[in-house]
């Protein structure tokens, strides 16, 4: 067989098509294979063995059997609340009677009753709704009843208890109104039988409420400074300080502020006056009266002020001079002289600066004490001039029938025309008064 290198050539070419299909065959079940494992169903295509076991499906937990005691509790428990929800029912119904009596009384006029059955009835229910309005009734009923201290103690409670069901300015505003009618002598009548017997004084308990409910309202400044000066007057200067403070932080630029730094001004001379050992209180004095000279150049208190330095100073210089002594009876003449040479620089115009001259001089032989009639700075002081209202005689104009029956004709004054000369007769001077 002779060798054709066109068939040769043809044959090469069939094997490398057949080998191509093949392969190509090959590459397209391969990459379906790999499809079919790598993609989104890649696991709903892997195969499961007929052997494998499904996991079972989670069943819900059944709930623990309770025990015959536990049983027996829940009943109780179950019982026990129906017995609470028909106790509420029935007082709800009784506290609304009670609430429809308050409203009877008020109308007839008895507003003691009345405020009396409002908190009846806001004690029997629980509704707070209906404990609110109540308590809102019998202060109103208190007020018309004027009782004002029973009234302050409802608007105390709605307050504090029934805050989002109220009026909150309205009701902080009558606190100030009340402890007003307290500062101006109101007092309740403790029996409504034995009218004239009053019950205490409650304007320190009512202020303190009122700004501790609103601290910053528009009448705050006046009631402080009304605080500050019952403290005072009680003996009690730390509160009454307090409330001055207060006043000049709270309310600065207003009348409150002018008169709360006079008053703590006055405060602490006060003190300073009872016993200062160590000044403290005379040196807030003095700071006291030159911020206030400072800030109120023109005021009319300024004469006040001059003459309660000088107050301080005498009071300075006693205690250094009695410092004085007791250093030089003592023997620490060095101290004694310390405190001297103070009293005459500083305090040279009061009592003590001729006994701590001459007792300087006794201790520092160099130093010669001025003559005691040499005369030293001359200490504020101001007159108040009086002048008497000048005596002028009139015509009494009493009308006969505004005397109730006691004149018939009107009555002169007969003062200026009537002759009190001794030495004229009786008939001289009866005779020269027209009136006779």
């Not at 040769?8 to 070419?13: G, N, P």
């Amino acid at each position: 067989m002779s060798f054709s290198p066109l068939r040769s050539f043809s044959a090469v070419c069939l094997v490398t098509v057949l080998s191509l299909g093949a392969w190509s065959a090959y590459a397209q079940d391969a990459a379906a294979k790999e499809e079919s494992v790598s993609g989104p169903n890649a696991d709903a295509a892997e195969p499961v063995s007929e052997n494998e076991e499904k996991p079972a499906a989670e069943e819900p937990e059944s709930a623990p059997e309770m025990t015959a005691d536990e049983a027996r509790d829940a009943e109780y428990e179950a019982k026990k609340e129906e017995e609470n929800a028909s106790r509420r029912a029935k007082n709800d119904a009784a506290a609304l009677e009670v609430f429809q009596k308050g409203l009877d009384s008020e109308r007839e006029g008895d507003y003691r009753k009345a405020a009396k059955r409002y908190l009846d009835a806001e004690l029997l229910t629980s509704d707070k709704t209906v404990k609110s309005n109540a308590l809102t009734h019998a202060a109103r009923a208190y007020r018309q009843a004027e009782l004002y201290g029973k009234e302050f103690d409802c608007i105390e409670r709605l307050i504090s208890e029934h805050m989002s069901r109220i009026d909150f300015t309205g009701a902080v505003n009558r606190e100030y109104e009340i402890a007003d009618a307290f500062f101006k002598g109101h007092r309740d009548a403790m029996f409504e039988w034995l009218p004239f017997i009053k019950d205490s004084d409650r304007f320190l308990e009512c202020s303190e409420a009122a700004l501790r409910n609103a601290p910053c309202a528009e009448p705050a400044g006046a009631v402080r400074l009304r605080l500050a000066r019952m403290y005072l007057t009680k003996q009690l200067p730390d509160q009454s300080i307090e409330k001055f403070k207060e006043v000049l932080q709270l309310h600065p630029g207003t009348d409150s502020a002018y008169y709360a730094e006079l008053g703590l001004a006055d405060v602490y001379c006060q003190l300073a006056e009872r016993g200062d050992g160590d000044g403290r209180w005379a040196t807030l004095a003095l700071e006291q009266l030159g911020s206030f000279e400072e800030n109120h150049p023109e005021a009319p208190e300024l004469q006040w002020v001059k003459e309660q330095r000088l107050a301080i100073d005498k009071i300075q210089a006693k205690r250094l001079h009695d410092l004085a002594k007791y250093h030089h009876r003592n023997g620490r003449d060095d101290l004694a002289e310390h405190y001297l040479n103070q009293v005459v620089q500083r305090y040279g115009e009061t009592e003590h600066a001729i006994p701590s001259e001459k007792l300087l001089a006794e201790i520092d032989e160099t130093y010669e004490a001025p003559p005691d009639a040499m005369p030293r700075k001359d200490p504020a002081h101001y007159d108040f001039v009086r002048n008497p209202i000048p005596i002028e005689d009139s015509d009494l104009l009493i009308a006969p029938e505004s005397s109730d029956g006691k004149w018939l004709l009107p009555i002169r004054d007969l003062k200026k025309d009537i002759k009190t000369d001794s030495r004229e007769s009786y008939e001289e001077r009866a005779g020269s008064n027209e009136a006779y």
